[in-house]
T-cell receptor, first 114, second 115 residues
């Protein structure tokens, strides 16, 4: 079974600093990977997804992620944090053998201080 | 796209009562998913529909849970004889059905509190 692990339940950065949210996957085959963001009292919104077309994936709101097979990682980055980036971020892997259901990590809460 | 909508947004009920939630997917999407999210956890898959057919159910979906998607449009999730452990956010998502790279679009969720 495929799974993802997000390191750090909380990450704190200052406004303007680099954002790095970590995600490692476990899969016997190259997976399809997703990053979603969840703002308080809202549903999840897709930031970006890796579908094997390119290892560096650019998403919305200035976020990007790089797929590294050798490290089984798909870390999310943003060069300069903004106060509006404060939210919970989830990494997810798609079920390749079934019906494309998503298996999510436990999430990382990003806190941005002025 | 008008987005995925869910109703109600919040539900408070007493233990032992039955509750029903509704999800309206994006109109042209033929796949519909239900997930459950508890505090401090990521969403966990419950069940999945391809049009009106329920094709997969998680082991998390006990026999007190039932889901339907009549005519392949909106879906309902019913929980019978609710327990305090059912308290969670119930999320609905829909997608076009193009495979494992599909983007799932999520609704705002229904937050259930069982007293």
């Amino acid at each position: 079974a495929q799974s993802v692990t997000q390191l750090g339940s909380h990450v704190s950065v200052s406004e303007g600093a680099l954002v790095l949210l970590r995600c490692n996957y476990s899969s016997s085959v190259p997976p399809y990977l997703f990053w979603y963001v969840q703002y308080p009292n809202q549903g999840l919104q897709l930031l970006l997804k890796y579908t094997s077309a390119a290892t560096l994936v650019k998403g919305i709101n200035g976020f990007e992620a790089e797929f590294k097979k050798s490290e089984t990682s798909f870390h999310l980055t943003k060069p300069s944090a903004h106060m509006s980036d404060a939210a919970e971020y989830f990494c997810a892997v798609s079920d390749l053998d079934g019906y494309s259901t998503l298996t999510f990590g436990k999430g990382t809460m990003l806190l941005v201080s002025p | 796209d008008t987005g995925v909508s869910q109703d109600p947004r919040h539900k408070i009920t007493k233990r032992g009562q039955n509750v029903t939630f509704r999800c309206d997917p994006i109109s042209e999407h033929n796949r519909l998913y239900w997930y459950r999210q508890t505090l401090g956890q990521g969403p966990e898959f419950l069940t999945y529909f391809q049009n009106e057919a329920q094709l997969e159910k998680s082991r998390l979906l006990s026999d007190r849970f039932s889901a339907e998607r009549p005519k392949g449009s909106f879906s309902t999730l019913e929980i019978q004889r609710t327990e305090q452990g059912d308290s969670a956010m119930y999320l609905c998502a829909s997608s076009r059905g193009q495979g494992a790279t599909d983007t799932q679009y999520f609704g705002p969720g229904t937050r259930l509190t069982v007293l």
